[in-house]
């Protein structure tokens, strides 16, 4: 990918190359620089998952990511697969395979649309409009593409993380997001917004990603509700809610993989230096 080609708008994610999906320098993990990072692989999983044919007719109820290590920084074929095709729920699995190896996979359950009674889930976060627009981490801005508005905590700050966000990249080039797929990308944001801990401490990537969608989110803006817990016994769980401007649609987990940060005094080898 040439230098010119990253500073294109809207940014984006992916290049379609025949069969392949090709990532672009945005989508690096900022764990890893050899990587991908969870959400572009999250979000890509989503928009090969969509059909416009079953959707019409199925709602999707949840979509769960696993991911198979370090997903590499370089083409991803996905694959498609039928796991169950009933008549009131269906359940799909598309991996991506990078040289033929399996790297990452999602798991998308739908479910048959009918009318039933609403029961909205209570909330009290503040009106979009009361919040004003802040800058990002330059972890999440994708070259401008995502913007903020900061309600509580956030990337850096350890603790419960409460922001809207909104996306105006692309995915993959020349292919305008859907809802369901940006959903897919903040659902990854989990464990950075709501982090437990300096990154310099102790690392927090996610291994996972699920969503349980009530329904799918409305508008350009998506509110993420994010808090990290863990047990002293090198892992931990994301928990996150996710709201559109007409309330809670999604509330999803993550599986968080700790691990002594670059200034840890529990790496190998380290000696404290602390009091």
Not at 115 to 123: N, S
Not at 169 to 196: H, M, Q, V, W, Y
Not at 235 to 259: K, L, P, S
Request: with cysteine; charged share 20%; glycine share 10%.
């Amino acid at each position: 990918m040439s230098q010119a080609s990253e500073h294109l708008w809207p940014p984006r994610y992916f290049e379609r190359e025949g069969d392949s999906l090709n990532p672009t320098a945005l989508a690096r993990s900022p764990w890893d620089r050899r990587a991908i990072a969870g959400g572009p692989v999250s979000s890509l999983l989503a928009s090969c998952a969509e059909n416009t044919v079953l959707d019409r007719d199925f709602e999707i109820a949840r979509f769960q990511v696993d991911i198979f290590g370090m997903v590499p920084h370089q083409p991803l074929v996905p694959v498609t697969e039928v796991l169950r095709d009933g008549r009131q729920t269906k359940l799909h699995r598309v991996t991506l395979t990078a040289d033929g190896r399996p790297v990452a996979q999602a798991h998308i359950l739908r479910v048959r649309r009918i009318d039933t009674p609403v029961f909205a889930v209570p909330h009290d976060y503040p009106a979009l409009e009361t919040i004003p627009v802040q800058d990002g981490s330059p972890n999440v801005r994708m070259a401008g593409a995502i913007t903020l508005r900061r309600i509580e905590g956030g990337p850096g700050i350890p603790g419960r993380g409460v922001s809207w966000l909104a996306m105006e990249g692309e995915i993959i080039g020349g292919t305008r997001p859907s809802n369901f797929a940006k959903a897919c990308l903040f659902a990854d944001f989990g464990n950075g917004f709501g982090n437990a801990t300096d990154a310099r401490e102790w690392s927090f990537a996610n291994l996972d990603i699920t969503i349980q969608f009530l329904r799918m989110p409305v508008g350009d803006w998506f509110l993420l509700d994010a808090e990290t817990h863990m047990a002293g016994n090198g892992h931990g769980t994301a928990r996150n809610v996710f709201a559109d401007i007409n309330g809670v649609y999604a509330r999803g987990f993550q599986t968080i993989f700790v691990a002594p940060g670059h200034l840890s005094d529990s790496r190998p080898g380290m000696t404290s230096t602390k009091n």
